[in-house]
């Protein structure tokens, strides 16, 4: 939907989410390609799968995307991002207006291991204060999107660093 020729009035994607989910990734909100596709990280020069294949040793850029899904609930990973809807035009978090938080008081009871929330950079970090009131322990990565120019193996290293793919972190 179009407001006034101005930016679209978008919503966004369910969780990747089960009981069994220790380790919550959360992003800011599905890039166009995301949406089309109707999955997270679709935008194919996007890192996400491709990081997380390497720190979960699993070939998730090769998968289709249920078996994408079912490889990290495996892992003990789920994925959200923080705004469920929002006014945008183009892809950049800095285009953002008017967003309206997913309804996250239901974690609790929908994800019962959940211990940590990390999150896709650092729009989606700004949210990270409420995750640590709520007992979350939290950490902010570097961004897997195409925008944020950090290399790939510093984004590796950065988010090997928070746990992510150990037995013990995820």
């Given amino acids: 939907m179009i407001t006034g020729g101005g930016p679209a009035l978008l919503h966004g994607l369910p969780p990747i ?33 491709r990081l997380l294949g390497a720190l979960l040793v699993e070939p998730l850029p090769e998968l289709d995307y249920a078996d994408k899904q079912r490889r990290l609930l495996k892992h003990g990973i789920g ?25 996250f008081s239901g974690l609790r009871r929908d994800a019962p291991a959940l211990q940590r929330v990390c999150f896709n950079g650092q729009t989606a970090g700004r949210c990270a204060g409420w995750f640590q009131q709520q007992g979350y322990e939290t950490c902010i990565l570097p961004s897997t999107s195409p925008a944020y120019t950090l290399a790939f193996e510093r984004k590796l290293a950065l988010w090997r660093a928070a746990g992510l793919g150990t037995p013990s972190g995820n």
């Fill in 17 to 49: 989410l089960d009981a069994g989910v220790r380790s919550l990734i959360l992003g800011s909100f599905p890039s166009p390609a995301s949406l089309a596709a109707a999955h997270y990280y679709a935008h194919r020069q996007n890192q996400f799968w």
């Fill in 79 to 103: 994925v959200w991002d923080v705004y469920r809807q929002c006014l945008r035009e183009g892809a950049l978090d800095a285009a953002i207006q008017s967003p309206v938080l997913n309804d």
